[in-house]
């Protein structure tokens, strides 16, 4: 409840939202930072590492929208993301171990973001229980 309006602090304004959307909205910076900058510089050198950091970068930032908006097209939309991203890790995190000549320059995701303390792996599954404890928020019908 919101002090003194008798209202339930939507879900995406209590702190715990507050902290994820800020987690991935640090990382949807600094994977697309980055990854523009090899893309745009070297491409050449380690293709599939560049694109595949691209590819994390746009998915951190289409959680990052889908958790700050309301309603149920948004709660889905974060939904897909978090499962893009856990599919993602796990992948391309296992991926980098089985052929690591593949990948000649690390990505967000590469020994299941090994580069970024974890957090890469951890963050999937945080937005997701996130998302099991919240229920999609709606308009008032008019």
Do not use: N
Not at 31 to 36: E, H, L, Q, Y
Not at 58 to 79: E, H, I, S, W
Not at 86 to 102: E, H, K, S
């Amino acid at each position: 409840m919101s002090a003194g309006s008798g209202r339930p602090v939507p879900a995406r304004r209590r702190a715990v939202g507050q902290v994820l959307i800020a987690a991935y909205a640090v990382f949807a910076v600094a994977a697309g930072a980055r990854s523009f900058a090899q893309v745009v510089t070297k491409l050449d050198e380690a293709p599939v590492a560049y694109l595949l950091s691209a590819v994390a970068a746009v998915v951190y930032l289409v959680a990052t929208l889908a958790f700050r908006r309301a309603g149920r097209p948004a709660f889905r939309v974060a939904l897909g993301a978090c499962l893009f991203e856990l599919v993602g890790v796990l992948g391309v995190g296992l991926w980098t171990y089985l052929d690591p000549d593949l990948f000649a320059d690390a990505t967000v995701w590469s020994h299941f973001g090994q580069g970024y303390g974890f957090v890469p792996l951890v963050l999937p599954f945080v937005g997701l229980a996130w998302l099991r404890h919240v229920e999609p928020e709606t308009r008032p019908a008019r």
